[in-house]
């Protein structure tokens, strides 16, 4: 029996294959909640409390980038990678992702400084948020950009999300939807420059295999995020947004 670290490296065509297929099996975009979402059966409330905890993972976003950032110590690679940073937090006070999805939540009736505040997000989305963190900053670089190749399925499900929300949410002005409809170009963009780079740098199947791993726990926090959304008990006091 061969062992992993005695097996030869993958082609790029099948190591490529094999992070697609985990991803696409285990992506978020199948948990219940989604569904739940697209189907049109959150009420107000719901959707309320998936923006305000969401917003958690939008604000980890750049500090991981910035952490992948300061793992390279290549110039080409940093220059590429900081546009990430930028697109999230902006060249400027109120542009970027993070100003887009606080837009979002006003659409959605939600407080702009409650959210931004960043204190009523449940205990659970904080913790898979912040795992998120922790797992870009123990992994090699290689390993590290693994984990953001989910960015590579989103595309299906914002233009999903969009028209849902535009047929079953119409209280939510088609306005706010607009980082939904940034990320559709973007994700697909940065996943594909991801990808190329993963499958260049992942020199041995062992390190190989401990890409797809990373990519793994990646879809399982993100999953993981949404089960917190669907707890039966209702969210304590201190986490409900204000009426």
């Known amino acids: 029996m061969i062992q992993s670290d005695e097996r030869p490296r993958l082609s790029t065509e099948e190591f490529a294959g094999w992070l697609r297929r985990e991803g696409e099996r285990r992506y978020h975009d199948r948990h219940p909640f989604h569904v739940l979402m697209h189907d049109g059966n959150l009420t107000k409330a719901q959707l309320q409390q998936w923006v305000l905890n969401r917003y958690y993972y939008q604000s980890r976003v750049p500090i991981k980038d910035a952490i992948i950032l300061s793992k390279s110590e290549d110039p080409g690679f940093r220059r590429m990678w900081i546009q990430r940073i930028h697109d999230h937090d902006g060249d400027r006070e109120g542009e970027g992702g993070l100003a887009l999805w606080l837009r979002l939540a006003e659409g959605v009736g939600l407080d702009r400084e409650v959210v931004a ?20 900053q123990r992994v090699s670089l290689v390993e590290a950009v693994a984990s953001s190749l989910t960015e590579g399925f989103a595309p299906d499900l914002m233009s999903r999300r969009i ?37 260049r740098n992942a020199t041995t199947y062992q390190l190989q295999e401990r890409c797809v791993a990373a990519l793994i726990r990646k879809t399982e926090i993100l999953w993981h995020i949404l089960d917190c959304l669907l707890l039966p008990s209702p969210a304590p006091d201190w986490a409900r947004p204000a009426p």
């Open 163 to 199: 028209a849902a929300w535009e047929k079953h949410y119409p209280w939510v002005r088609a306005d706010v939807l607009e980082y939904f409809r940034t990320r559709v170009t973007r994700a697909r963009r940065d996943s594909e420059v991801a990808l190329e780079f993963v499958c």
């Open 117 to 136: 505040g960043l204190k009523s997000v449940l205990p659970g989305v904080r913790f898979a948020c912040d795992a998120y963190v922790q797992l870009v």
